[in-house]
C-alpha cells in the first residue's frame, strides 16, 4: 500500500514553506478580478432556476477548487470539517465509532438528513445509514462546492432536511493535468500520498467533449504512541473486562470465603496469578496494580485506507437543439480500524471443567457457594486472540445518462437515467466464538483434550484456560478465533425531469420558473455472516439480514416573481416559491414547500429571507431491520434482589401484580431473582414509520458596497425546527421497560393504565408485545422504531471576503490580497427539550456544538508566487455530561482552540506549478475530555496528527 522511498524522494525535490486559505464560507455571488461581479447564467444549488447573478434566498457557502488545494486537502470530509455549518461526521481519524465512511452532517443534524449532490445530482449512499460516503468523491476533481444549510426538501426531495451539499466537477477539458501529493506528521508518522490525471479533449468539430479523471489515494494508520502522551492511556477509565479474567460473585449465588455472602460487591477475584483468585483491583486510573483493562493504546487514531476512482464525463451535441451527456463514477475504497481483543463477558464456565477442578484455590471459591456446582460467571479479555481488526472493502458505482433540450428562447428542459450501486463487504478478524469457546470449557475434558461431546461436535477442539493472563494456548486461540464477513448492498434507480425557462414577462421583470417530475427506487440488501445472524459471537452483536425496496413518484415546481424594481427605496423586490409532492409506497404522500424572497432597497444592499417545510421519507433500514440482537443494562423490574449486589428490592403492589401476570407466580412469595442486570433486547424497523417534517426560517442580509470594490458580507438567522424525529421509542430499551411496567402495574391494580399506553406496549406497529419472558422466566425486550423525538437548533451565520487588487508594489511585488472571516454563532441546539450547545462528549449525543466557530483565511499572490493563511476557531465546551438534567456532573470540558495552517505555491510557467504547506502549524495536541467517544477526544472536531507537512505538484498540458 506504501511506496515510501518513491514518497521521500517527491518530498525532497519539492518541499516548499508556505500558507493554506481555509475553505471559508463565501457569500453567494462570484466576483471577478476587478471586484466587480460576474454575470452569466447560473444555476446555484438550493434551486433548479437559472439566474442571471449568482444570488440566492436561501444562504449558500462556496468553497472553489483553488481553496481546496492551497489546503492540501486529500480527503473530502477535511474540506467540509473546517465549515463553520458542519457538525463533522465520521473521518479518517474516527476508530470507534467508525464504519469505514466518511460523512458530512449539517447543522448536526445525522449525516442521513444531508443531501449529497454531485453536478446537481444525486449520489449513490454508502450503506443500510442512507449516508454518503465521501471517499467515493475525488477532492482534485472537484471545481467548487456549493453547501445549502436548510431544508431543501421542495427542490430536492427526501433527505434534504439538514440542506443540501453540491460537488460541482470540473468537465469539458482540454490536455491532460497531472497531481501528485505526499504528507507527513512532524512525528514522522501517518503519511499520505495522492496522484491524479486529469484528460479530455473535443471530439467532432467542437460539437463534444470527453473528459477522464483517475485518481490513487493512499494513507498510512497510526496507534497512540510516546508523541502524544495524551492517547496512551484511557482517560475514562478503561474496561472492567481484563486480561487476568474476572470470576463475578453473584447475589444470589455468594461465595462465602472472605464474607462475600454480607459484601458481595467487592468479592469479584482477578488472576494474576494463573488459578488463584485476588482482590480486583477495580483501579479507573488504570495504574500499574489495576485489574482494568486499558483498551487506548490498541485503538488506532488514523485509519489505513487506499482508494482508487476513475470518473468519465461528455457531452454531444447531436443538433442545435439536442445534447446527449454521460457521467460514469467509480471508486474502490479499503481502509480498516482496529479495536481492543474481543471482552467477553458473561461467560458460563461448568464446575466440572478441568481447570476448575485442578486449581485447588479456584476450587474451593466454587465450593463456598451455596450452590457449588453450579457454573461460574467469568469474565475476561481474549487479548490471546488478537485485535479486532474490520476491514470495509467498498465498490461505488454510480451512471448517469442523460438528453438536454434547447426549448426556444431561455425554455431548456432536461431528462436523466440515473443507476446507483454501492456493494461493501465488512471483515472482522480475531473475534471469538461462542459454541466454540463453550465446547473448550465443557465438562469432562484435560488439559489437553476437549471433553469427547466437543471433539464430536469440533473435532478440532482445543481446551482453553481463562484463569490467568497469556493462558490461552496458541492452538486454544486459533480454535476459538472465528473470522467472518458482511456484505451489504444499496442500488438506486432515478429518473428525473427538469425544465426551466421565463413564464412571460412582468413589469418588473421576467417570471421565472422551474417544474418537473421524478421516479426513485431503493433497494437494500444487508447479509449477515452465517454466526453473526446467528448470535454466535462475542465482540459484536447478532444481526438479521434485511431486504427490502422503497418507491417514490414526485412532482415538483419553483417560481421567482419579480415584484417590483427600479423604484425609490426599492431597487428589486421578488417572490420565491415551490412545492413538492411525493407518492411513497411506505407513507404515502408527503409534501414540503417554500416561500420567501428579497428586497433590494439600493444597489449594494439585498435583505433576503425563506422558509422551508422539508420532510425526510424512513429509509429502508429504518422500515425493515429485522430484530437485531443486543444487551442494553437494563435491570428486570420484578426481580426481588439486585443480580450483581444481592441487594434486596421492594416491588410496588402494580409491579408484585403484574409480573405474577407474567411469570405466573408471585416473585415477593417465591424471592424470584433475575440472573443478570443486562435484558437481552431486539431491535426492529417499523414499517409505520411517518415522515419526519422540519420547519427552516433564514433571515439574512448581503452587502456589497459599490464604494470598496471587491468586498462582500453576509449576515442570516436560521431556525430549524424537526418533528416526528425517527428514533427508539420510549428513548431506548430502558424506557421502555420503565413505560411498559408502569402501564402494565396500572392496569393490574391500582389507577388503572392509559389505554394508550397500554395499547402501545402490546403492539408498538411491529404486532408483537414490547416486553415478554422466554420459557426460563428472562424478561426480553423488543425496541422498534418511531417518530418519537424532536430537534430544534438555530443560531447565525456570518461571512465577509475582500478581494483587492493591489494599487502599490506592482511587477513582483503586488498582484492581489483575499481575505475571508466565516463565523457561525449556534444560539440553541436543544433534544427532546434538553440544550446542548455549547457542550462535547458522547453521554447522550456524539456531537462537538461549540457556539462560536469560525475560520479566518488570508492569501496573497505576487507575481508567479501564492502564500496562503487559514485559522480555525473552535470555542470552549462544557461536557454534556455536566448537563443538569443527567443529574450527573463533575465532567471535564474542553477550552477554546485555535488551528493555524500555512502554505505556499510557485507557478515555474504554464505547465509546472509546486506546492507545499503545513496544516496545524503550533502543533497543537487536542483536548482531552471526559466520556470522549473516541480516543480521549472528539478526532473528528480537533485535529489528532499534530503539525503536519505536505508538498506536491501539478502538471499541464
Wanted: contains cysteine; aromatic residues 12%; glycine residues 10%.
Amino acid at each position: 500500500m506504501n511506496n515510501v522511498k518513491y514518497r521521500r524522494s517527491l518530498l525532497a525535490t519539492t518541499m516548499i514553506g508556505g500558507v493554506a486559505l481555509a475553505m471559508a464560507a463565501s457569500p453567494s455571488f462570484a466576483q471577478s478580478q476587478d471586484g466587480t461581479t460576474e454575470v452569466g447564467e447560473i444555476v446555484v444549488t438550493g434551486s433548479r432556476i437559472v439566474r442571471q447573478d449568482y444570488v440566492a434566498n436561501s444562504p449558500v457557502a462556496t468553497v472553489s477548487a483553488e481553496q481546496i488545494q492551497a489546503r492540501g486537502d486529500v480527503n473530502v470530509e477535511q474540506i467540509l470539517n473546517q465549515l463553520p455549518q458542519v457538525v463533522p461526521g465520521l473521518s479518517a481519524n474516527s476508530n470507534n465509532p467508525a464504519n469505514g465512511s466518511a460523512t458530512v452532517d449539517l447543522r448536526g443534524l445525522g449525516p442521513s438528513r444531508t443531501l449529497v449532490l454531485v453536478n446537481g445530482r444525486r449520489f449513490v449512499p454508502y450503506d443500510k445509514s442512507n449516508a454518503v460516503d465521501l471517499n467515493s468523491i475525488p477532492a482534485a476533481l472537484i471545481e467548487r462546492v456549493e453547501v445549502v444549510s436548510g431544508g431543501a426538501s421542495a427542490t430536492y426531495g427526501s433527505d434534504a432536511l439538514a440542506g443540501v451539499v453540491n460537488f460541482i466537477f470540473k468537465d469539458n477539458f482540454e490536455g491532460l493535468a497531472v497531481n501528485t501529493q505526499y504528507g507527513v506528521s512532524g512525528f514522522g508518522d501517518g503519511e499520505q500520498f495522492n496522484a491524479s490525471a486529469l484528460f479530455g479533449a473535443n471530439i467532432a468539430d467542437g460539437r463534444g467533449n470527453v473528459t477522464g479523471f483517475v485518481g490513487y489515494a493512499d494513507r498510512d494508520g497510526f496507534l497512540p504512541n510516546e508523541d502524544r502522551p495524551w492517547a496512551l492511556s484511557s482517560n475514562a477509565g478503561g474496561s472492567g473486562t481484563g486480561i487476568y479474567g474476572g470470576l463475578n460473585n453473584l447475589g444470589t449465588n455468594n461465595y462465602t470465603a472472605v464474607g462475600c455472602s454480607t459484601a458481595p460487591t467487592p468479592c469479584r477475584r482477578s488472576f494474576r496469578t494463573a488459578g488463584v483468585p485476588g482482590q480486583f483491583n477495580n483501579d479507573f486510573g488504570l495504574g500499574a496494580s489495576s485489574d482494568r483493562y486499558d483498551f487506548a493504546p490498541v485503538n488506532l487514531l488514523q485509519s489505513p485506507s487506499e482508494r482508487y476512482n476513475a470518473v468519465l464525463l461528455g457531452h454531444y451535441d447531436i443538433n442545435d437543439t439536442f445534447t446527449a451527456f454521460t457521467e460514469v463514477f467509480y471508486t474502490n475504497t479499503r481502509n480498516n480500524i482496529q479495536l481492543a481483543p474481543t471482552p467477553a463477558t458473561g461467560i458460563n464456565i461448568p464446575y466440572g471443567n478441568y481447570f476448575v477442578q485442578n486449581y485447588p484455590a479456584l476450587l474451593a471459591y466454587a465450593n463456598s457457594r451455596p450452590n457449588p456446582t453450579a457454573p461460574l460467571n467469568f469474565d475476561r479479555r481474549m487479548a490471546e486472540v488478537g485485535a479486532r481488526v474490520e476491514s470495509h472493502d467498498t465498490n461505488v458505482l454510480q451512471f448517469n445518462g442523460g438528453l438536454r433540450a434547447n426549448l426556444g428562447g431561455d425554455w431548456k428542459a432536461e431528462g436523466i437515467y440515473a443507476y446507483g450501486r454501492t456493494e461493501l463487504r465488512t471483515s472482522i478478524e480475531n473475534d471469538v466464538s461462542r459454541s466454540r469457546l463453550a465446547a473448550a470449557l465443557a465438562a469432562g475434558g484435560t488439559a489437553t483434550s476437549c471433553a469427547a461431546s466437543s471433539l464430536q461436535l469440533f473435532p478440532g477442539c482445543v481446551p482453553v484456560n481463562l484463569f490467568g493472563a497469556g493462558t490461552i494456548t496458541p492452538q486454544a486461540a486459533n480454535f476459538i478465533r472465528l473470522n467472518f464477513a458482511d456484505t451489504s448492498i444499496f442500488e438506486r434507480q432515478n429518473l428525473t425531469f427538469n425544465v426551466t425557462g421565463t413564464a412571460f414577462e412582468l413589469p418588473a421583470g421576467p417570471l421565472s420558473v422551474a417544474f418537473g417530475a421524478e421516479y426513485r427506487e431503493d433497494k437494500l440488501s444487508f447479509t449477515p455472516d452465517a454466526a453473526k445472524a446467528s448470535g454466535d459471537i462475542f465482540g459484536f452483536n447478532a444481526e438479521r439480514p434485511v431486504a427490502g425496496r422503497t418507491e417514490s413518484k414526485e412532482l415538483y415546481a419553483e417560481a421567482v416573481i419579480p415584484l417590483v424594481r427600479d423604484v425609490p427605496f426599492i431597487k428589486s423586490l421578488e417572490l420565491e416559491v415551490g412545492a413538492r409532492m411525493a407518492d411513497y409506497d411506505t407513507v404515502g404522500k408527503i409534501y414540503a414547500y417554500k416561500a420567501g424572497g428579497s428586497w433590494e432597497p439600493v444597489d449594494s444592499l439585498r435583505f433576503r429571507g425563506i422558509y422551508q417545510r422539508a420532510v425526510r421519507a424512513p429509509n429502508v433500514f429504518e422500515l425493515f431491520q429485522a430484530n437485531d440482537q443486543g444487551f442494553p443494562a437494563v435491570l428486570d423490574p420484578c426481580t426481588t434482589r439486585n443480580p450483581s449486589s444481592g441487594a434486596a428490592r421492594t416491588l410496588s403492589t402494580g409491579v408484585r401484580n403484574f409480573c405474577t401476570a407474567q411469570l405466573g407466580f408471585d416473585p415477593v412469595a417465591t424471592g424470584f431473582v433475575a440472573q443478570n442486570t443486562q435484558t437481552e433486547s431486539f431491535f426492529y424497523g417499523n414499517p409505520n414509520l411517518t415522515e419526519e417534517t422540519s420547519d427552516t426560517v433564514t433571515l439574512g442580509a448581503v452587502w456589497q458596497p459599490t464604494f470598496v470594490p471587491g468586498l462582500s458580507m453576509s449576515l442570516d438567522y436560521y431556525d430549524i425546527k424537526v418533528e416526528d424525529y425517527i428514533g427508539t421509542i420510549f428513548g431506548g430499551v430502558s424506557g421502555i421497560v420503565n413505560q411498559c411496567f408502569a402501564a402494565g402495574a396500572a392496569a393490574s391494580g391500582t389507577t388503572g393504565a392509559p389505554v394508550s399506553a397500554v395499547a402501545e406496549c402490546n403492539n408498538a406497529g411491529i404486532g408483537l408485545p414490547l416486553i415478554y419472558r422466554d420459557p426460563a422466566g428472562n424478561l426480553k425486550a423488543r425496541a422498534p422504531l418511531g417518530n418519537v423525538s424532536q430537534l430544534q437548533t438555530s443560531g447565525v451565520d456570518f461571512s465577509t471576503r475582500y478581494g483587492w487588487n493591489v494599487p502599490w508594489g506592482g511587477g513582483f511585488w503586488g498582484q492581489k490580497l483575499d481575505v475571508a472571516v466565516n463565523l457561525t454563532y449556534l444560539d440553541s441546539y436543544e433534544l427532546d427539550g434538553i440544550e446542548y450547545k455549547g457542550t462535547v462528549g458522547a453521554y447522550n449525543i456524539s456531537a462537538s456544538l461549540p457556539e462560536w466557530k469560525a475560520n479566518v483565511s488570508l492569501g496573497y499572490d505576487f507575481g508567479p508566487v501564492r502564500v496562503n493563511y487559514s485559522g480555525t476557531y473552535i470555542d470552549a465546551m462544557d461536557n454534556q455530561g455536566n448537563i443538569p438534567d443527567f443529574q450527573d456532573g463533575g465532567y471535564v470540558g474542553t477550552d477554546s482552540y485555535w488551528y493555524h495552517d500555512v502554505s505556499a505555491s510557485y507557478d515555474f510557467n504554464d505547465n509546472v506549478e509546486i506546492f507545499g504547506g503545513v496544516r496545524n502549524l503550533a502543533d497543537k495536541a487536542p483536548p482531552v475530555f471526559d466520556n470522549a467517544n473516541d480516543g480521549n477526544t472528539d478526532p473528528n472536531n480537533f485535529d489528532v496528527v499534530g503539525r503536519y507537512f505536505f508538498v506536491g505538484a501539478r502538471l499541464k498540458y
